[in-house]
């Protein structure tokens, strides 16, 4: 029986169902397996549990969603300025 192990982040119900029916799914056509023989775990880690060396500071994944937040932010209000 194989067996499909993915470590990311957190997700709605919706979000691991999806997962797991493309995992499933493409494991299947490339093993040519039946779908039904595989099993999906799945380890959520929370986005401050996990961090990333970022030039010379370590940040945690919510310090770089939130950079990522701002730099959109401030790209939206350069837009608007020169639009």
Known sequence: M???TIEGPQ???DKKRQLVRELTKTASDVIQLPVEIFTVLIKENDHDNVAR???SEALSVTEMLA???QAVRLQAAEDEVYS
Do not use: D
Request: net charge neutral; proline share 8%.
């Open 2 to 4: 194989p067996v499909i």
């Open 11 to 13: 997700m709605s119900k």
């Open 53 to 55: 060396l970022n030039t």
């Open 67 to 69: 950079g990522q937040e």
